[in-house]
């Protein structure tokens, strides 16, 4: 089945340390994105990546960095320079950049 | 920063009657999209509307695209239980920004 896998479902980390949270999709789609959920907000974004080793800062960059090294693959770093890292955070692809999002299942991050 | 209004904010209503929702923004915007997100889930497609005036229908859905370019609506028809979940929509500005824009979400409640 073709989807957007993310991976994992849950994490936690302690304050000051960096943490990778996975994308993978088997859709053979361009465009891959980076969302940031919290209660009672819209999706914002983080970062977007149009085509292999392109990637351009969303929304609410600050503290985070991504790869696009593969088409099927958009790692997110969450580093220790972001001040609120606690969150729910979205992948998504798109056919191109302005085809409807296809989201994966999220990521639940909590930093103490 | 362009902003989209999306209400009600919820809505607790029983099973088999209908439900509308809508957005609303003070920016052109040249596709509209809606999405269903579950709990712990990532938000799905439902409808996608590319054109002033177009209504398109998906089951018991039906979304339009209003005629200004600012606003669309999402009829639920004869709720059911499993409709329970969080509505977002979304609109994609043109031109040279090409942004997507998340409403904050209306959260639906179906009463047995």
């Known amino acids: 089945d073709g989807g957007i896998t993310q991976s994992p479902k849950y994490l936690f980390r302690k304050e000051g340390q960096n943490v990778t949270l996975s994308c993978e999709q088997n859709?053979?789609?361009?465009?891959m994105y980076w969302y940031r959920q919290d209660p009672g907000q819209g999706l914002r974004l983080i970062y977007y990546?149009?085509?292999?080793?392109?990637?351009q800062k969303g929304d609410i960059a600050e503290g985070y960095s991504v790869s696009r090294e593969k088409k099927e693959s958009f790692p997110l770093t969450v580093t220790s320079a972001q001040k609120n890292p606690t969150a729910f955070y979205l992948c998504?692809?798109?056919?191109?950049?302005?085809?409807?999002?296809?989201f994966g299942n999220g990521t639940r991050l909590t930093v103490t | 920063g362009q902003q989209l209004n999306q209400s009600p904010q919820s809505m607790f209503i029983q099973e088999g009657e209908d439900v509308s929702m809508n957005c609303t923004s003070s920016?052109?915007?040249?596709?509209w999209l809606w999405y269903k997100q579950e709990p712990g889930e990532g938000p799905v497609l439902l409808i996608a509307?590319?054109?002033?005036?177009e209504l398109t229908s998906n089951g018991r859905l039906t979304a339009q695209f209003g005629i200004t370019r600012k606003d669309s609506f999402l009829n639920i028809s004869a709720s059911i239980p499993s409709d329970v979940g969080i509505y977002f929509c979304?609109?994609?500005?043109?031109?040279?920004?090409?942004?997507?824009?998340f409403g904050t979400g209306t959260l639906l409640a179906v009463q047995p």
């Open positions: 998504a692809s798109s056919i191109q950049r302005d085809s409807p999002l296809h």
């Open positions: 859709l053979n789609h361009d465009a």
């Open positions: 990546s149009q085509i292999v080793n392109d990637f």
């Open positions: 920016s052109i915007f040249n596709t």
């Open positions: 509307l590319y054109k002033a005036g």
């Open positions: 979304a609109g994609r500005t043109g031109g040279a920004t090409n942004k997507l824009i």
